[in-house]
């Protein structure tokens, strides 16, 4: 199973900004997975057009990505079209490029996460900032008990102080 355990919020952001600057491939559908916590098979299902309505839906809640994100789509749609799936791409070269370029800026011992593991880091990360499963459902369009679910299986928080108070 993938430690994430020292992968920081910037670490994912240097490694997200190396990656799509790169030619469009995709890194999007990593990109997508962390930034909007869906997986693969929803970016091999999703049309592109789809995918910058709902990143700029999200844009307002989550700041930190939504301009490369939205950027990284638009050169796929110019490219491919707007109805081509955000994941088209030749899975075995993908990987190969993109899981070297992910060593050059994980933590040493840190490999590549696997397709469940960008919403993982996401939710981690979003959780660690303050955000509870109600805030991230209605920012990224999920069902809150899905995302509570998630989050309930995630590495315990950081503790704070005296201790971490949890909230439902």
Do not use: C, M
């Given at each position: 199973m993938f430690d994430?355990?020292?992968?920081?919020?910037?670490?994912?952001?240097?490694?997200?900004?190396?990656?799509?600057?790169?030619?469009?491939?995709?890194?999007?559908?990593?990109?997508?997975?962390?930034?909007?916590?869906?997986?693969?098979?929803?970016?091999?299902?999703?049309?592109?057009?789809?995918?910058i309505d709902l990143v700029d839906a999200a844009a307002p809640h989550l700041p930190d990505l939504a301009p490369e994100l939205r950027?990284?789509?638009?050169?796929?749609?110019?490219?491919d079209g707007s109805g081509y799936s955000v994941a088209d791409v030749g899975r075995v070269q993908w990987y190969r490029r993109r899981a070297a370029a992910w060593?050059?800026?994980a933590p040493a011992g840190?490999?590549?996460?696997?397709?469940a593991a960008w919403e993982i880091l996401r939710l981690r990360h979003l959780?660690?900032?303050?955000?509870?499963?109600?805030?991230?459902?209605?920012?990224?369009?999920?069902?809150?008990?899905?995302v509570r679910e998630r989050m309930a299986d995630l590495d315990p928080p950081p503790v704070v102080g005296a201790g971490w108070?949890?909230?439902n």
């Open positions: 994430s355990s020292g992968v920081t919020f910037d670490v994912t952001l240097s490694g997200f900004h190396s990656l799509t600057r790169t030619e469009p491939d995709q890194a999007g559908a990593a990109l997508i997975s962390y930034y909007l916590a869906r997986g693969h098979h929803w970016a091999d299902t999703t049309a592109i057009g789809e995918a950027s990284y789509l638009l050169r796929r749609k110019r490219r060593q050059e800026i840190v490999a590549w996460p696997g397709a959780r660690d900032q303050g955000w509870g499963h109600r805030e991230v459902a209605n920012a990224l369009d999920l069902r809150p008990r899905l108070i949890g909230s």
